[in-house]
DNA sequence: TTCATTTTACGAAACCATTCGTATATACTT
DNA sequence: AAGTATATACGAATGGTTTCGTAAAATGAA
């Protein structure tokens, strides 16, 4: 069995699988540009950043053309989780409830989407009646 | 009017803040026994961590016996929404209803917590019905 | 082919959190 | 008072991320 890895993708890295997650394989520049659209940075530093998770197998990358383009290799719903079981326990010292009370109170979540909340909540109560 | 700082404690500093939210100020001693429960961690390490906390002004210090007292300069819920705002830019591109679905799909929650998230929905439709 | 543009490669610097050794101060014990 | 234990103070080493300058390679245009 081969040993299962938890990568901890950093605050920057997480920038970075964000734009791959939401646009697909995708160049340097393409990335670049689209961090640029939040923050000032250099070129050269994303491209040094995305070698490095290439490195770290955060990424995959396809050489076969002159600019290399980059997938995450990491699914975007297992790393969330895992995210997100540090941050309850760091930040909400395990408490689910505490955490999603707080998140819905404090962003303006749309009817439909409270609504798909209500039936996950149906279904979970459901099972232990 | 003061300018307002963000604090964004580290997550060893979090770490610290947990304990003195929970336990009150406390001492140096208490804190790093409290932190010794769950890790190897050196003494003078504690200590260096909490005066440069001090420092930052996340925690407040008296000093007045010799084992100096120290207490969060932060309030609980406050640190926690923020730093539950930026994990969810960062972790779920502010999605919050994909980020309480997995929160609430993935732990054990008690019934009696899944009653109050219900409730708490039910006050949130209740205005747009 | 020559020049300009774009890309990757490499390495070093800057930065920051974390760790801890050692020194010094304070208080307690006998 | 002398010795022991416990506390704080200080400074430096470590380790990791982030940043970017510079060079080399690949491509495209004139």
Redesign the pocket.
Known sequence: MTLEKTP?P????LEILQVLWQQGPS???VVHEELSKN???????????M??MAE?EMLEVD?S?????YHPALEEEKTQQQLLGRFLDAAFRGSASKLVMQALGNSKTSKAELDEIRNLLDKLEGGSK
């Open positions: 901890k950093t605050e920057s890295e160049t340097v520049r923050k000032e940075v250099g070129y050269t530093t994303t491209l040094k950043l070698q490095i770290k050489k053309s002159r600019s290399h383009i």
